[in-house]
């Protein structure tokens, strides 16, 4: 359950008008009128698939156009993506064997003076710390506060590597939206989220839970918890109590009513995570990339 918010600048001093006037007063692109089209068909997602009188062929386009309309939306935020990486010395033979997995290897000089019987090379991997995003879906999450978390899920498929990521929603229910090591395309994360079923509850804890187990089941046992939620929980059990059970738990607060901003702090404090606010949704993608970044390492 998410709360109103209004206009805030983000943690650079940048509002929407200093980011390259990319966007107008209502959140859409400018002068692009194929986008604008693609976003309001992303917010009516749920009402064009249960219109009875199109065709399964239109519905399908529409669907299509309204994906890209949010990966579109998530990019235009973000700017360049580019995944985290670590770094690492390999010799050649390190490198063949490999399989791919060390990439764009660089001589390092330095290092090959060293040994001076093989060349060694400076390689790259993507960072793969377990992440686990658990979003607030119940029943305000619609219309264009869902497109706009489609856009925070996209913008984070993109930007942290897959086999690393695990996405689920919560309400009542649990919708699970890409599980560890699933090799599901940022399309594919997109429209689960849009075709969330509106309605439910919001059961924090039921949310945590769920990504406790996940956890427990995966090879990433530290991952990192980061719950997107204005913390008004109206079913369940104390969401805290669930956080001690968790390695690291990151709230994001979204809104600016300070209703759910102590329980979201008592989370942080006690999940070893630090806690962080957003006052209006739109703000939600670059703002959680840049946090990921931080606490994420």
Known sequence: MFADSVVEKDEDGE?????GQRMNDHGHSQHNPQQDESWDLAKRFRDIQRVGHLEAKQKKEMSE???QGVINRARQSLGPVQKPYRYESATQEEIDSSGGAMQSPELDIEE????????????????????????????SMKGEKLALLGAT???VSMSVPAQALAILGFDTSIHAIKKFDEPATTEMCVERVLSIPPGGFTNISKGLIEAREWIQQSRFKQARVILISDGRYTEGV???QIAKLLPFVYPVKIGKEPFGRDVMRTIADTGMGTFMEVRE???LPLQLLRAIRRWVK
């Open 15 to 19: 509002g929407e008008e200093t980011r």
């Open 65 to 67: 156009k309204a994906i």
């Open 112 to 139: 090959t003076l060293l040994d001076r019987k093989n060349p060694v090379f400076q390689v790259k991997h993507e960072r793969d710390h377990g992440l686990v995003i658990v979003l607030d879906t119940s029943l």
């Open 153 to 155: 899920v996209a913008a």
């Open 238 to 240: 104390d969401p805290v």
């Open 281 to 283: 949704m739109k703000d």
